[in-house]
């Protein structure tokens, strides 16, 4: 079992930054997939990026790329997401994701706010 506490979010201006931290519990941190998602209001929860178990190769979802960096520290067992140039279209929850084969757990969310 992995616990997610997510950090950070909040409201920001467009053209702003934030960053949000995702910390695991366990000892096991490195053998995970990590991800964050986001969800809007009214819309589904989608992806916005992935890093993989030893932080060497990323992916992210079209409209963030060249925005968002996702990077994880694994002696720390956390997961980061850094936003600049945020757009009021990137208002949402965000959540991060930790998947191992089967095994998938999901943060607890924060709320990112821009305004325009």
């Known amino acids: 079992q992995v616990q997610l506490v997510q950090s950070g979010g909040g409201l920001v201006q467009a053209g702003g930054s934030l960053r949000l931290s995702c910390a695991a519990s366990g000892r096991t941190f490195s053998m995970y997939t990590m991800g964050w998602f986001r969800q809007a209001p009214g819309k589904e929860r989608e992806f916005v990026a992935v890093?993989?178990?030893?932080?060497?190769?990323?992916d992210y979802e079209d409209s963030v790329k060249g925005r968002f960096t996702i990077s994880r520290d694994n002696a720390k067992n956390t997961v980061y997401l850094q936003m600049n140039s945020l757009k009021p279209e990137d208002t949402a929850a965000y959540y991060c994701?930790?998947?191992?084969?089967?095994?998938?757990?999901w943060g607890q969310g924060t709320q990112v706010t821009v305004s325009s």
């Open positions: 994701l930790a998947r191992w084969g089967t095994r998938t757990y």
């Open positions: 890093i993989s178990r030893s932080g060497g190769s990323t």
